[in-house]
């Protein structure tokens, strides 16, 4: 068997049958060309084109004939989906022989009134041969994947998720595969007879034997032929073609050691340090340590018409990060904000996590629909008519850390009501109605909570108006 | 790859793009104006509901989300023209004192390159009387006697370096992560990636304090070959907030508005005709500028301002003064501009004569700067806002262990020469952690020996409180993807909390 494809991979005919790409798109050309003046020729002032039609379907039948036996020989050689290929071998002779017969009723001027029916039907057969040779070299979905309409089918550059929930196979093997190699080794061109789309596939290994050997990546085709030398012939993939990046031979090797398991998970396999490296990289950046103002759950997207609500009246709606579904809200610039506008806020309940309301129109009644937001951690509330009335709704915001007062007619009394809610780190009250003895009471209350009621000064020192000059000579 | 390179050289070739060559290639011109206009009816951006102003994903200030949460919303950086002596201020070298007056060991001036100092200079003991403050036990000099109160709130960063020794490179390097001119200010970088929160204002202020302005000029602030709506506005505290921004006689706000409309409709044509990204600036840069007419008056009007809060900051309403600015930056910042940048002028403490002279004139700048800086932390932080502001303060560079000895001789005044090796700077608030001390220099405050920071490892760290990775805000130019920290930058984790 080895022998025997040594030979057929290098014998002359194989030399010929690689022209085959070359040479089928001269009849495609010539063929369609002698299409066209038959057709062109029946007007009566083009009828002198009628001339040039049987040379060159001449030209364009001898390279069709060329072309079927280049592109048998090349068959020979193996490594395409049977039934496409003879579907477009098929096709191929097909357009070959009524390009000669075409020649022929030409030549003799026989049966005159089919020459342009005939040469029609060779014209559709020519297109489909065409159609199944690009399916057999770029695999069936070439043409429709670069369709703007379709679904776009991504690989998965990025991953998110808990990385220890990352499935091995599908989420970081097959993605390279898809990438790099399912171009020979698919249903269509099933190169050395592999077929790398799909985990029974790779399982069931090759013409020349399987491609894995259990957990021992050094022994295994699939990762030894992808770090050969470039100019080995068994290389993959071929030189010329994109190759895999370190990363991704990484990946390959630690699956393969890991038992080419088609559904373990990051957390099921032992990690080398290598491989932990390579999965840090494909982890969206963090960016250091979690924010604490930012729930560890993951939210999803907003929708847009609860966004868009918000934004028509002014009030910038962020999502707190690229990819978070948390957003900030600030009414900077909606000073008409009120206590009604307070209820646009509730569509995105599950979604706000800081919330700028300084300087509007809210008052108490707005403090209810705000405490219903259960990931609200920031609030601020700068010299808006808040007092103490609304205060006791706030006691239920379960995630709220950071609240501003300042400038509002809060008194102690009112800020009673937050010593029950366990979340609250810091309260700032510069400028509210709150006495000093109060804060005293709140502070014993509340010893987690910052409670800041400005009103800062700076001693005065001698110094502060002390300028420094040269000394005067005496 | 090939995409964002095409895309990039689209945007060079509209920038270059003038009337006169369209012009001279009037009939390939006229065939792209075609092919353009044809286009126009399958352009996304085409239509617009804002009432003739531009698409609302079109104005470059709109704001945008950073890589990750942020712990900063807006940044102050408080910048000392001139470069302040760590050595009367922060850096507490009591070594340095037994070695006054003594002649510079050889070892220190072998291989090195000083900006004035010739031959072998004498060594200069702090001149400042130091104590520990706070609970960290941080020193502080006498110079800055508020500010020892502050010790608590800020991390300190004592073994900062750079490799400029030239007052215009560093403060490039400094605020541009270049030392050579036409990379964006950190400013511009900030807005390019965050945009604008309040849609009145700019998202990046300037402020200087009068008297010079900073060697490197306006570069400091500038947008490099980001979009120029980035760079920084530079307002002032004395006659007009901005320069223009007043109506002329005879203009009255709505014959100003509709000329402003006019105006972008036609540059809106222009833009769907030559998709320069200029000409959105340029919309933009009308629409806000229109908008400041109202806004800023507003927000840079100080005497509105409660005597308690004049007093604290020791501001004079009318005057250009740095103290002015520490009010205006709090201002700004709550009305949601993401960077307000101050510079303040005079640091270079030569000894050349009495102002530069770090006994005298040096510390008449702390004294101007001491109260004010001390206010703004304060005032920040009662109003709920150090929590989400970031404040940075330093200079371009630190100064010498040794005296000044200009041209080999001696100087009439105690002066200290330009020092790249080690210098300190603070940052406070928005996720720093309070009261750290990071970094070391040796015993005499020549070298830095432990938590070396470079200017780099600055912007990264502020990028990286505004949510930013500083390797990801990058920006195509001359085919490859540029960014603050070059090819550097490592985030100050020490600081951070």
């Known amino acids: ?465 002390l300028v420094f000059r040269k000394e005067k000579k005496s | 790859m090939s995409a964002k390179l095409i895309k990039e050289a689209n945007e060079q070739a509209a920038r270059y793009f003038s009337r006169r060559h369209f012009l001279q290639n009037c009939v390939t011109g006229l065939g792209a104006t075609a092919l353009t206009s044809l286009l126009g009816g399958c352009n996304l951006f085409s239509s617009s509901g804002n009432g003739g102003g531009m698409p609302q994903s079109l104005n470059p200030l709109d704001p945008k989300a950073p890589h990750f949460p942020a712990r900063a919303r807006s940044v102050i950086y408080l910048h000392m023209a001139g470069a302040p002596s760590q050595l009367e201020m922060f850096d507490y070298k009591p070594e340095l004192q037994k070695l006054h007056n003594q002649l510079c060991p050889q070892s220190l001036l072998e291989g090195k390159k000083f900006a004035f100092i010739r031959g072998v200079p004498k060594m200069l003991g702090p001149q400042a009387n130091f104590k520990q403050h706070g609970q960290s036990g941080a020193w502080v000099s006498d110079y800055m006697p508020h500010f020892a109160g502050m010790v608590d709130e800020v991390s300190f960063l004592k073994a900062v370096q750079t490799d400029q020794f030239n007052h215009g490179p560093a403060q490039l390097f400094m605020h541009t992560g270049s030392a050579r001119l036409g990379r964006p200010s950190t400013g511009a970088w900030v807005t390019y990636g965050l945009g604008s929160e309040n849609s009145n204002l700019p998202g990046f202020v300037v402020l200087t304090s009068g008297g010079k302005t900073p060697d490197a000029g306006k570069s400091v602030w500038g947008s490099g070959f980001l979009p120029s709506v980035y760079q920084g506005v530079q307002c002032r505290s004395k006659g007009d907030p901005v320069l223009y921004i007043t109506d002329p006689d005879g203009m009255d706000r709505d014959l100003r508005y509709q000329s402003i409309q006019a105006i972008n409709e036609v540059n809106k044509l222009e833009y769907e005709a030559f998709s320069d990204p200029e000409t959105l600036s340029r919309i933009s840069q009308y629409e806000l500028a229109y908008k400041m007419q109202i806004s800023v008056p507003g927000v840079m009007d100080i005497s509105s301002e409660p005597a308690y809060i004049h007093e604290l900051y020791g501001t004079q309403p009318g005057k250009e003064s740095f103290a002015n600015n520490c009010l205006l930056a709090r201002k700004l910042v709550e009305k949601g501009v993401r960077f307000v940048q101050l510079f303040d002028w005079g640091w270079d403490a030569h000894g050349t004569d009495e102002h530069t002279a770090v006994d005298l004139g040096m510390r008449n700048k702390c004294r101007e700067i001491d109260k004010s800086i001390t206010a703004l932390l304060l005032d920040l932080k009662q109003r709920g806002l150090l929590d989400e502001t970031l404040v940075v303060w330093g200079g371009e560079f630190g100064r010498t262990p040794m005296q000044e000895n200009r041209e080999g001789k001696e100087m009439p005044f105690l002066g200290r020469d330009h020092h790249a090796e080690a210098f300190t700077m603070w940052m406070a608030g928005a996720g720093i952690r309070k009261g750290v001390t990071w970094g070391e220099t040796d015993e005499i405050g020549f070298s830095a020996v432990k938590g070396q920071v470079a200017v780099h490892d600055i912007h990264a760290t502020i990028l990286q409180q505004l949510g930013f990775d500083h390797e990801k805000l990058t920006y195509h130019f001359q085919g490859r993807p540029f960014r603050l920290t070059d090819v550097g930058g490592h985030v100050i984790k020490e600081i951070i909390s």
């Open chain 1, 1 to 465: 068997m080895t022998i025997l494809l040594e030979v057929s991979q290098t014998g002359w005919g194989l030399f010929f049958g690689r022209f085959h790409p070359v040479l089928v798109h001269l009849p495609i050309g010539m063929l369609l060309v002698a299409f066209v003046l038959e057709a062109l020729s029946k007007h009566r002032r083009l009828a002198i084109l009628g001339a040039a039609v049987l040379p060159v379907l001449i030209f364009g039948a001898v390279s069709a004939v060329a072309a079927c036996v280049a592109g048998y020989l090349l068959s020979l050689s193996g490594g395409y989906d049977d039934g496409a290929l003879a579907l477009h071998m098929w096709l191929g002779i097909g357009v070959a022989v009524i390009s000669v017969l075409l020649c022929v009723l030409r030549r003799y001027t026989l049966f005159k009134k089919s020459w342009l029916a005939v040469s029609g039907v060779m014209v559709l057969l020519l297109s489909a041969a065409g159609h199944y040779g690009g399916t057999l070299t770029h695999g069936d979905d070439y043409l429709t994947a670069a369709l703007p309409l379709g679904k776009k089918k991504t690989a998965a550059a990025t991953l998110t998720g808990p990385p220890e929930e990352i499935k091995v196979y599908d989420q970081l093997v097959r993605p390279v595969l898809e990438q790099k190699c399912y171009g020979c080794h698919n249903e269509q061109k099933l190169k050395g007879g592999l077929r790398l789309d799909g985990i029974k596939h790779i399982q069931e290994g090759g013409e020349n034997g399987p491609v894995l050997k259990d957990s021992l990546p050094e022994m295994s085709e699939l990762y030894k032929r992808l770090v050969l030398s470039e100019d080995d012939d068994k290389r993959m993939p071929p030189k010329g073609k994109p190759q895999l990046n370190p990363q991704q031979v990484e990946i390959i090797y630690w699956w393969i050691a890991q038992g080419a398991s088609p559904t373990a998970t990051v957390k099921d396999l032992h990690k080398t340090p290598r491989i932990q490296l390579v999965l840090e990289s494909l982890q969206p950046s963090r960016g250091g340590e979690a924010n604490p103002f930012i729930p560890e759950a993951e939210a999803g997207a907003p929708s847009e018409k609860d966004v868009e609500a918000l934004e028509a009246i002014g009030v910038k709606v962020m999502p707190v990060a690229a990819q978070s579904g948390y957003v900030m809200i600030n009414a900077i610039n909606a000073a008409a904000f009120g206590n009604r506008e307070a209820e646009l806020l509730l569509p995105l309940k599950s979604h706000i996590a800081w919330l700028k309301l300084s300087n509007t129109q809210v008052g108490d009644s707005a403090l209810a629909a705000i405490a219903e937001l259960p990931h609200l951690t920031r609030l601020h509330l700068e010299n808006t008519a808040v007092t103490d009335a609304g205060l006791p709704a706030l006691a239920a915001s379960k995630s709220l850390m950071y609240l501003n007062l300042v400038g509002t007619k809060v008194t102690g009394k009112g800020l009673q009501a937050l010593h029950q809610n366990k979340a609250l780190r810091e309260v700032y009250l510069y400028k509210s109605a709150v006495t000093p003895a109060e804060v005293t009471t709140l502070k014993q209350r509340m010893p987690r909570v910052k409670i800041d009621t400005g009103g800062y000064h700076m001693p005065v020192l001698a110094t502060d108006t």
